[in-house]
């Protein structure tokens, strides 16, 4: 997110020449385990598979507003016929989790559903949907071959007790990061000022776009120094500068959990988020920050970013990429910059290493149980992670605007692949290049995988009940922190603590710390 979804809209199709044949491949003799509602994969019912006669299925697609209807995308419908069946797509694109649980609790769903699922429905909905592993091993080559050579991938969609509900995607040519720090060069010039390297340099910066008619349009007045989005927690929000402090954020998944030296722990009860909020207090009490920071949605986040035509209104933020961010007017004025240090003395900093949240994914096609040719309906799922046909998935077929799944497919971009890729994704990585030595040395043990992390039915729910009361107390004190100069963070530090220990994060970080231990065995 949704940050992902923030990140892909915004690429543009890659021109490509790869072709292997998606769904022509041939079968293993050997038998398959009994699925987990008693059939087997060598058990194929219903007309099809080998027989040469096109298979019926049906389909669920959960897609995103912006793709375009399935049944014009050239590739797909080239797809279908290279697996020889004849799918009948439902296309949903607002509303499918209001809308799921009626039709997950009535035991009728289509024979696949793609972006559909999550990993509670099958527990929820225990026998609704087939064990694809067993299948996986006798009709999925492409899937197999992705488990070998990205051995991450069967861990994310391999449940506690060894099933396969939902295949993964792997996409491996995004970004490390989400967020870049950008900052106006127009603005320095124009108040005579280099790029800040740390958080004093940084203040002093802000003060001097506020104080001086940073943009030069007559109006000392209109300029907002600085401005984030998304709560503490946002790739473009004040978690970004904890990696001032040494600490190294590895997912932006909510709730504040990190790992270092293989321990997890939650930076909202570190001394380093303290120092942060301290200085993000002084930098509002300043008039530095865009008062509505808080609480203003994306759109306006954005469209604050664009200005006035050729007019900046915005110094210092975060975002995603230039152009997207401010605007094919307004983006040559910014460039972006190192990872700040929290001040001279700083030995080390970090940078959010956001590559699992954004590269991986899990539960992009479940089955049903119910599929009447479990084998052709297997076959297909293993046709989307063939080589050409998963970059036709993420960018659309050759020639074809718009004919993308985008990233709520089923991929597997291979690593290494030599992809053209738009114009937009280059001058992302080329942003975010300043990043790249900070990666170098990152440790497993410093790395929170919060994706592959596994855990009970009870857990699960112990976890969703301790959150909901942590993300209440942590959400409202940061915030008043922040925005009440005569709040003292100091004195109330040690009880606020407290507080959210008591809350239930002294449980959830002993269920997490069992789970990450249990991923640390796993890639050993």
Request: aromatic share 10%; proline share 3%.
């Given at each position: 997110m949704k940050?992902?979804?923030?990140?892909?809209?915004?690429?543009?199709?890659?021109?490509?020449?790869?072709?292997?044949?998606?769904?022509?491949?041939?079968?293993?003799?050997?038998?398959?385990e009994s699925t987990a509602n008693g059939s087997s994969a060598a058990d194929t019912s219903g007309e099809g598979g080998d027989s040469g006669e096109i298979v019926k299925l049906t389909a669920l697609f959960n897609k995103h507003?912006?793709?375009?209807?399935?049944?014009?995308?050239?590739?797909?419908t080239d797809l279908e016929a290279d697996c020889n069946v004849d799918v009948e797509w439902q296309q949903i694109s607002a509303d499918w989790d209001q809308k799921k649980s009626a039709m997950f609790a009535s035991g009728e769903i289509p024979d696949l559903l793609f972006n559909a699922t999550a990993d509670s429905d099958y527990i929820q909905y225990y026998g609704l949907f087939e064990d694809l592993?067993?299948?996986?091993?006798?009709?999925?080559?492409?899937?197999?071959?992705?488990?070998?050579?990205?051995?991450?991938?069967?861990?994310?969609?391999?449940?506690?007790?060894?099933?396969?509900?939902g295949t993964p995607k792997y996409q491996s040519v995004w970004p490390k990061t989400n967020g870049t720090i950008f900052i106006n060069q127009t603005w320095l010039d124009n108040v005579n000022m280099e790029i800040p390297t740390?958080?004093?340099?940084?203040?002093?910066?802000?003060?001097?776009?506020?104080?001086?008619?940073?943009?030069?349009?007559?109006?000392?007045?209109?300029?907002?120094?600085?401005?984030?989005?998304?709560?503490f927690n946002s790739p473009y929000g004040l978690s970004q500068f904890l990696g001032s402090t040494g600490l190294q954020l590895s997912s932006n998944y909510p709730g504040g959990y990190f790992a270092e030296d293989g321990e997890v722990k939650n930076y909202y009860i570190d001394e380093r988020f303290k120092r942060t909020v301290k200085f993000a207090q002084e930098l509002w009490s300043l008039g530095l920050i865009n008062e509505e920071a808080i609480t203003q949605d994306y759109s306006k986040f954005q469209s604050l970013a664009r200005g006035e035509g050729t007019t900046a209104k915005v110094g210092f933020t975060w975002g995603a990429e230039g152009?997207?961010?401010?605007?094919?007017?307004?983006?040559?004025?910014?460039?972006?910059?190192?990872?700040?240090?929290?001040?001279?003395?700083?030995?080390?900093?970090?940078?959010?290493?956001?590559?699992?949240?954004?590269?991986?994914?899990?539960?992009?096609?479940?089955?049903?149980?119910?599929?009447?040719?479990?084998?052709?309906?297997?076959?297909?799922?293993?046709?989307?992670?063939?080589?050409?046909?998963?970059?036709?998935?993420?960018?659309?077929?050759?020639n074809e605007a718009d004919g993308c799944v985008r990233d709520n497919g089923p991929i597997y971009i291979r690593d290494g692949l030599d992809l053209k890729l738009g114009t937009d994704m280059q001058a992302m990585n080329e942003e975010k290049a300043v990043y790249d030595p900070l990666y170098e040395n990152l440790e497993t043990n410093d790395i929170y995988p919060q994706l592959f992390m596994k855990y009970n039915e009870t857990d699960t729910n112990t976890l969703a009940m301790n959150q909901a009361n942590i993300d209440n107390l942590t959400d409202q004190t940061w915030s008043a922190w922040v925005t009440d100069s005569s709040r003292d963070i100091d004195a109330e530090w040690d009880a606020y603590v407290q507080s959210v220990l008591d809350s239930g994060l002294s449980q959830n970080l002993e269920i997490r710390q069992a789970a990450y231990d249990t991923y640390l065995e796993t890639m050993a």
């Open positions: 940050r992902k979804s923030v990140l892909t809209t915004m690429l543009a199709c890659a021109l490509l020449a790869s072709c292997l044949t998606a769904c022509a491949n041939e079968n293993t003799a050997s038998t398959a507003s912006l793709t375009k209807d399935v049944n014009e995308m050239q590739w797909l592993k067993p299948w996986i091993e006798q009709y999925a080559p492409n899937l197999q071959a992705m488990f070998e050579e990205v051995p991450e991938t069967e861990i994310l969609c391999t449940t506690l007790e060894g099933k396969i509900f740390t958080w004093e340099e940084l203040k002093e910066v802000l003060i001097a776009f506020k104080e001086q008619d940073a943009n030069g349009n007559g109006d000392p007045n209109d300029e907002i120094p600085m401005d984030f989005n998304g709560g152009g997207d961010r401010f605007g094919l007017e307004l983006a040559d004025q910014y460039v972006s910059i190192p990872q700040l240090k929290e001040d001279s003395s700083t030995e080390k900093v970090c940078f959010s290493y956001d590559f699992y949240d954004i590269n991986y994914g899990g539960n992009r096609i479940a089955m049903s149980a119910n599929c009447q040719n479990k084998e052709a309906a297997m076959k297909f799922i293993d046709g989307f992670y063939d080589e050409k046909v998963s970059i036709e998935v993420l960018f659309g077929g050759m």
